[in-house]
């Protein structure tokens, strides 16, 4: 089970990390996943942020582009979203997920909320 944190009410320029632990999932497992982080606001559509393969290859939106980070620390099973530079277009539920093979895993959500 995914367990997603670190969400909250941020000033415009600001910054979050988010965290992402992997309940119970065995280091294979985690450290040979594709890990993601995907954004939702009201009336949208989910949309994928970032993405870090097992390779450590990431892949960003170009909208986060230069100013969010995804990593991971395997031995915590824990991986995270460094969001620097917030703009108000970044205000979303972000959920994360990890895929190994056909399996999917999503954590429940946190939300982000960037406003003055």
């Known amino acids: 089970q995914l367990q997603a944190s670190g969400g909250g009410l941020v000033r415009p320029g600001g910054s979050l990390r988010l965290s992402c632990k992997c309940n119970g999932m065995i280091l294979s497992t985690f450290s040979g996943s594709t890990l993601a982080w995907y954004r939702q606001d009201p009336g949208s559509q989910r949309e994928s942020v970032a993405t870090?393969?097992?390779?450590?290859?990431?892949n960003y939106a170009d909208s986060v582009q230069g100013r969010f980070t995804i990593s991971k620390d395997n031995t915590k099973r824990t991986f995270y979203l460094q969001m620097n530079s917030l703009r108000p277009e970044d205000t979303a539920v972000y959920y994360c997920?990890?895929?190994?093979?056909?399996?999917?895993?999503w954590g429940q959500g946190t939300e982000v909320t960037v406003s003055s």
């Open positions: 870090l393969g097992p390779n450590r290859v990431t």
């Open positions: 997920k990890a895929t190994y093979g056909t399996r999917e895993y």
